[in-house]
Nanobody
């Protein structure tokens, strides 16, 4: 079983910055992709950014140039540095990891979510 613990988030004014982190623990053999998703009120959950074990990254178009995803493979931790935040970035942000457990089963784990609120 894989657990994800998120931290960060909170209230920030438009134009400000905020950082999120997510640490994975449990029966992990290897983690492939680690990513962040978000869900705004009344909207579907959407991909924000993803990073592979080789540190290749992919971003949603509306966060490119403002958000940076990174990871520490040794610590099984993924980070999201958010800058130039806009009110439309307000959402619950979820961490996601995909990989193999110590029994070589595929896992797809989600964090509990952390609220980011950007005031105008």
């Amino acid at each position: 079983q894989v657990q994800l613990v998120e931290s960060g988030g909170g209230l920030v004014q438009a134009g400000g910055s905020l950082s999120l982190s997510c640490a994975a623990s449990g029966s992990i053999f290897t983690i492939n992709a680690m990513g962040w998703y978000r869900q705004a009120p009344g909207k579907e959950r959407e991909l924000v950014a993803v990073i592979t074990s080789g540190h290749s990254t992919n971003y949603a178009d509306d966060v490119k140039g403002r958000f940076t995803i990174s990871r520490d493979n040794a610590m099984n931790t993924v980070y999201l540095q958010m800058s130039s935040l806009k009110p439309e970035d307000t959402a619950v942000y979820y961490c996601n990891t995909k990989g193999y457990s110590t029994t070589l089963k595929v896992f797809d784990a989600w964090g509990q979510g952390t609220l980011v609120t950007v005031s105008s």
